[in-house]
């Protein structure tokens, strides 16, 4: 799966990094980073996670198309 953040959307809650640090990360303005773009199947549930507790609806969580 691929995780996109919108840097448009994002405003810094941080629920998150605090709800999947393993996927979401914090960069120096409190926005959300990713960890990695592509996200290992174990961690799926926890890109969802975050996904889905962001207020502002900044993240995407989307099967990875092939080329
Ligand atoms: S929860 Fe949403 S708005 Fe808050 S830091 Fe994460 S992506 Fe940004």
Redesign the pocket.
Known sequence: MKVR?DQK?????????ELAPEV?D?DER???RLVASSVAPELVASAQR?AV????H??RVEEEVDP
């Open positions: 953040v959307l994002c405003v810094g809650h941080g629920r998150c990094y979401y914090e409190g926005h959300c975050g507790n962001c207020p502002e900044a993240i």
